[in-house]
């Protein structure tokens, strides 16, 4: 195995600050309901408070960090695979020798987290994306190296038309 890679832990910052959300607001229901709630109807109120927030935090929090955990992309000598899935296991395999081209895309956040898109092309068959990719020049590098041999990389490119980067 030349690599295995889960996806970047970024993608779990969005469904973080909804299970912050969630809880600082069910927090304050709970608080108000203790403060100015009737008594007969206190209980009710609140665990409905808390069933609400157990749902938003199961949707928004524990379904993206399950996905995020059990989904990983491998790199062998022969293969290119990708597994996702807890209770039902999905995955595909694309063989060496059947990939035509790899990309990589990176934005300005991929940049300062250094992640990115990594775009493999099978041949006769459209271009797979794996996003948020952990270390992503490194995974371009190695399958370009185990694909295309590793005489013909890519050339530097330029900065401004001026300085050749390294």
Request: charge should be positive; proline fraction near 6%; include cysteine.
């Amino acid at each position: 195995m030349l690599m295995q890679r889960h996806p970047h832990w970024k993608m779990l910052l969005g469904p973080a600050a909804w299970m912050i959300a969630a809880t600082a607001i069910a927090g304050a229901l709970i608080g108000l309901i203790e403060v100015s709630a009737p008594s007969g109807i206190r209980g009710i109120a609140i665990l409905f408070v808390v069933f609400v927030w157990l749902l938003t935090v199961i949707t928004k929090f524990f379904r993206p960090y399950v996905s995020w955990w059990r989904t990983v992309l491998i790199i062998t000598d022969h293969r290119i695979a990708v597994r996702e899935g807890l209770l039902s296991r999905r995955g595909f395999d694309i063989p060496l020798q059947r990939v035509a081209g790899v990309r990589f895309r990176c934005g300005f956040t991929d940049r300062l987290a250094k992640t990115g898109t990594l775009i493999i092309s099978p041949v006769g068959e459209p271009p797979f994306e794996f996003a948020h990719l952990p270390a992503v020049r490194d995974a371009h590098a190695v399958l370009y190296e185990h694909i295309f041999g590793a005489g013909t990389a890519p050339k530097g490119r330029r900065f401004f038309g001026l300085l050749k980067a390294k």
